[in-house]
């Protein structure tokens, strides 16, 4: 069983940074792919970013490319999302999820375990 508990939300003006963390607790997470994903009001879940199991790889959706960081430190059993450059379109709901495989996984149907979601807001 793992919980995954989000923060690091708010609301920041357009151009500006935000960093959201993820712990997790369980003797599974140096073992599992952890991913973020966003959900905006009356949009569906949508992937943001994965990192595998050793923080070796990750996958980024192409919107954040460049601007969004996904990393991990195992041995404080917590994932981050650097986030930059924002824009009022990555306004949502952010997720943390852990996957049952090791490699980085797009699909909200890898993953197991979901966090509750902080609120990231961005004004123009």
């Known amino acids: 069983q793992v919980q995954l508990v989000e923060s690091g939300g708010g609301l920041v003006q357009a151009g500006g940074s935000l960093r959201l963390s993820c712990a997790a607790s369980g003797r599974t997470f140096s073992r599992a792919a952890m991913g973020w994903f966003r959900q905006a009001p009356g949009k569906e879940r949508e992937f943001v970013a994965a990192?595998?199991?050793?923080?070796?790889?990750?996958s980024y959706t192409d919107s954040v490319k460049g601007r969004f960081t996904i990393s991990r430190d195992n041995a404080k059993n917590t994932v981050y999302l650097q986030m930059n450059s924002l824009k009022p379109e990555d306004t949502a709901v952010y997720h943390c999820a852990a996957s049952s495989v090791r490699f980085a996984v797009r699909s909200p149907s890898d993953y197991t375990y979901w966090g509750q979601g902080t609120q990231v807001t961005v004004s123009s």
């Open positions: 990192i595998n199991w050793s923080g070796g790889t990750t």
